[in-house]
């Protein structure tokens, strides 16, 4: 049987190149699954978790975004930041967010350094539940 082919990469590292049923992500204008023969597209991914589907298997990946290419049955997906659920340390995950929340605090839009703090609230927000599902 034919299958999707992964390819996950950061700028630390090449995180996966493997075939999978299907793949669901968070792209800029929401939710989307590829399965094979899915139409080409390429788009921008945001915060959020992606989930590989494979033979009965589901793996998590908590991303803060990138980007995302589908062509022949083929996804590239080129993160800034990517962690398997297992690889993600929920202590450092929960002092991040505590220490993004506690920054934010008084904060408004016109701060210089608002949206980065709300980034990393994202990004810890977003590591703490996908963390969650390797505990499942």
Do not use: C, W
Not at 38 to 60: D, K, M, S, W, Y
Not at 70 to 81: E, N, Q, Y
Not at 92 to 113: D, N, W
Not at 123 to 133: G, K, L, V
């Amino acid at each position: 049987m034919e299958r999707l082919r992964v390819e996950i990469a950061t700028p630390e590292r090449v995180m996966l190149d493997e075939e999978v049923d299907m793949l669901e992500a968070p792209g800029a204008l929401g939710e989307f699954g590829v399965l094979l023969g899915h139409v080409a597209f390429l788009t921008t991914l945001r915060h959020g978790e992606i989930r590989l589907f494979n033979q009965g298997r589901t793996r998590f990946i908590a991303t803060s975004g990138g980007f995302a290419e589908v062509v022949d049955d083929k996804i590239t997906l080129l993160l800034d930041t990517a962690e398997f659920a297992e690889e993600i340390d929920l202590d450092r995950a929960h002092r991040a967010r505590e220490r993004a929340e506690s920054a934010l605090k008084g904060l408004t839009f016109e701060h210089a350094e608002y949206h980065a703090l709300e980034a990393a609230l994202l990004r810890a927000i977003t590591r703490i539940s996908t963390a969650a599902r390797s505990e499942e």
